[in-house]
């Protein structure tokens, strides 16, 4: 893959629940890669977080890498397990991103305080 994106402000996964959380934050999913269905619809995916604010926020992992979705389960997993979604809207052509996705309150990694 070659697409950059990290000229957007970053933040690891706990940060990044703690953001989705909070009161006016919306979830965003980019297609960085379709699925193919030949390939049991792996593709790649990008989350994002925009706050009320309008600022958005890439999910990175521990190495401020990308965090990149590229398994139906493992999109599950963290759009329900970890975020807890109200609902997932999955893109699936390259480039399109689905908005409007809020995290609730709850989930497998809840929240402090």
Do not use: Q, Y
């Not at 000229?7 to 979830?27: C, I, N, Q, S, Y």
């Not at 398994?71 to 908005?99: C, E, Q, T, W, Y």
Request: glycine content about 10%.
């Amino acid at each position: 893959m070659s697409m950059k994106r990290r000229t957007l402000p970053v933040l690891l996964e706990r940060d990044f629940r703690k953001m989705a959380a909070t009161e006016g934050a919306t979830v965003e999913i980019e297609c960085v890669s379709a699925p193919d269905p030949e390939g049991r619809f792996s593709g790649e995916w990008l989350f994002h977080v925009v706050n009320a604010s309008g600022e958005r926020f890439m999910l990175v992992t521990a190495l401020a890498r990308e965090r990149i979705v590229s398994s139906p389960i493992g999109m599950f997993g963290l759009a329900f397990g970890k975020l807890n979604l109200d609902h997932l809207d999955v893109p699936s052509v390259v480039g399109d991103v689905r908005r409007s996705m809020r995290s609730r309150p709850g989930g497998s990694d809840p929240l402090d305080g």
